[in-house]
RNA sequence: GCCCCUGUCGUCUAGCCUGGUCCAGGACACCGCCCUUUCAAGGCGGCAGCACGGGUUCAAAUCCCGUCGGGGGCGCCA
C-alpha cells in the first residue's frame, strides 16, 4: 500500500515548485490507489503563520488537489519529538549539546584551514560529569545532536539512481533545539515513520538531507521509505524561480484567468512527456505517471506554454463548462446580469463560444463582452484613423443602415450576404465596410468576426452605433489637439 | 572550501538503461506562406540542439574517463 505526503512549512506562498511537488504526489497516491496525507511543517514557529497554511490550502482547493488524511500540525505534536529524541540518547545514538552557535563559530575558526575538522566538533560528546554540571548549573540551554556513525549511506533515488555519500561528510546535525522544539531532520523522519509514508517525493534541495533522514531511520530501527527528488524548477534566466517569474503563489495564476487544469498540465508537461503535446484530462495524467519517467534536469519556467495550454483548453470548452468562471471575472468587472442565465442565456452561450476560440485566459472575456453590454464604447483612435477617415463611408453607411433595416432576420450570414452586395453594387471593397463596422461597433479594430459579433450586438444596436461616424471622429479629433 | 545532483533545438521534452533503425523526433516561441474582414485559430513550410575533450567499438546522443557550465546542500530554517 502506497502512502506519500505533501509537507509544506507555512512560511512562505505554494508557489509553483510546492505545487508540482504535491501534484506529483497526488499523481503518484492515485496512480497506485494509495493514500496521499497532508502535513504541515509548522515546527519553525517564528516564521510560520496561519495566513500562509490558510494560502497554501486554498491553492491545493483550488487545483483540486485533495488529500485523505490530514492536516497533521507538527506543532501539535511536540512532546513526541522530544521523547523520540530522548529515545535515541539513551541508546547512545544521539548526545546532549550545551554549545552555544557563537562557542562552535569560534572554535571552527581557529581550525579552519587545518583539514578534516569542518562541522560540529563533538566537544559535548564526552563530557566529564563535573563539566556537565557546571553547564546545567549556568542554565544552559540543551541541544540534542544525532551521533553520525562512520560508513557511508547508499540509497537508490527513484529519479536518481543510485547516491551514495561517505558519512565523513555528515556532521552531527541537531534533532533538538535548546528551546525544546524539533529541528527539520527529527520532525519529518518521526512523522514519516509514524504515518507510515512508504515513498518521500519532494525537491531536489532534499537530496543533500537524505542521508541524515536515512540515518535516523536506522537508528530507530526503521524501514527507510523510497526516495524521489524532482529537479528544481528554474526560472527564464535559468536562475532560481524569482518572484518576477512564477516564485509567487499559485493562487496568482488564479487571478490571472489561467485554469487549474491546464496549470496541472503544465506542471507535469514540464518534467515528463505523457506522449503529445495537449490536454490531458486529470484521469488520463493519473495513469500515465510514473516516476521514472520524470526527466533528471532542471525545467525552466515558461510561461508562453502555460498560455498555450491554457488557451487550448479554453477552446475546447463547451460555453456551459466556461459559464461559471466567466460569470466570476465578469461580476469582478460589474458586467454580469442574472438575465444571462435565464432568459439570455442562449445569447450569452453565443457570446461565449465566439470569444473562447481566441482567449488564451479567462480574464479576456469581460473586456470582449463590454461592447455588447454598455452603452457607452470607448474608441481605439489608432483604429478610427485608420478605418473611419474614407469620406465614402459618409454616402455607404447610410445605405448600409437602410439595408439592415429593411432584414427580417438579423443573423451572421444573412449580414454578410447584404453586406457583400451593397459593396459589390457600389463597386467597393467588402473591407471597407467590415472595418469602419468593427471601429464603430466594437470600438476596437480587433474582434471576432464581424457578421457574428453584429448579430450578437443585434440591429438595434447596430444601427445606433453605425450612426454614430461623425461623432466619432470628432471625438478623437478633440483627443488628438 | 567540501559534498551531492545535473547538462539533447531559445524553452519543454522523446531517444540514453538493452550502442547501429537518429546526418536526432515532437511541442512552445520565432519567421514565412496559405486561408481571410481584423486578431486569433487552422493548414503548410522554415530556423535551430546531442556542452567540450579524450577513450572503448566496425559503429556512440547512447558505454567509460576527464574538463567546463548550471543547480542544490554544508543552520539550534524547512
Known sequence: MVRVRFAPSPTGFLHIGAARTCFFNWLYARNREGTFILRIEDTDMARSSEEMTEGIIEGLRWLGLDWDEGPIFQSRRLPLY?????EL?????AYSCYCTPEEIQERTKKTAGAGDFWGYDRFCLELSEKQRLRFESEGRAKAVRFLVPEGEIRYTDSIHGDITVDNKNIEDFVLLRG??????????????MESQITHVIRGDDHISNTPKQILLYQAFGAKPPKFAHLALILGPDKKKLSKRHGGTSVLEFRDQGY????FLNFLAQMSWSPGEERIYTLEELVGKFALKKVSKGSPVFDLNKLEWLNGRLISGMSAEELTPLVRKEMQASNLWQETFAEEQKPWFDKMIN????????????PKAAMPFLVDEITYDPAGVEKHLRDERLDTLLPLLAKDFQAMDEFSAPEIEQVLRKRAEEEGVKAALLIHALRMLVVGEPVSPGIFAVLELAGKEKTLERMSRLSD???LVEKKGE
Open 82 to 86: 522530544r521523547q523520540k529524541a530522548q
Open 89 to 93: 540518547v539513551e541508546k547512545g545514538l
Open 179 to 192: 528551546d525544546g522544539l524539533p529541528t527539520y531532520h527529527l520532525s519529518v523522519v518521526v512523522d514519516d
Open 259 to 262: 485554469l487549474p487544469l491546464a
Open 354 to 365: 465566439l470569444v473562447k476560440e481566441r482567449s488564451r485566459t479567462i480574464r479576456v472575456f
Open 472 to 474: 466619432v471622429r470628432s
